[in-house]
């Protein structure tokens, strides 16, 4: 009987892998998820998306893509979508992304939306959960 047993072969959904010259840690990755949250409708990502996107890349995965952000006003499908088209945008993206390097690699989806009849979310009966502090008082 050896005193030392084999070290089995690392899974390959745990092996880096090298794209375009970006390593990312592992082939774990979180495709974009549209939050439709950006309470103030500026387009502007928030302490949500700082929490939600560093959470998951806290979390282990190699690489986290954050959800549609649109180009321009017009393009959103919702005007709680986030945005990519002003200098405050890009600013609040990228106290995000410097979160990143601690964990997981950021991804971007750029987004140009068509909004025919324009998406009502509260006629949808759409609502974020709530998950800031002062929202969660006890009834
Ligand atoms: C709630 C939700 C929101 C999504 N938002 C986006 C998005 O913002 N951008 C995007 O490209 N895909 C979005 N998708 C699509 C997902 O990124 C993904 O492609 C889809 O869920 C299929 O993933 P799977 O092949 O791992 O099952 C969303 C999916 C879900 C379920």
Known sequence: MPLTQPVPAQPLAFRPLTVRGVT?????????????????????????????????????????????????????????????????????????????PRAGRPGRHPARARRPQGLDLARLGHRRPRRRPARHRPR
């Open 24 to 100: 990312m840690r592992n082939r774990l990755w979180v495709a974009p998820m549209c939050q439709y949250s950006i309470l103030k409708k500026d387009g502007v990502p928030e302490d949500w998306h700082l929490v939600h996107l560093g959470g998951l890349a806290a979390g282990g995965a190699g690489l986290v893509i954050a959800e549609a952000s649109a180009v321009s006003p017009e393009g959103r499908i919702t005007d709680q979508d986030t945005g990519i088209w002003n200098p405050e945008q890009a600013d609040a993206w990228a106290r995000i992304v410097r979160f990143h």
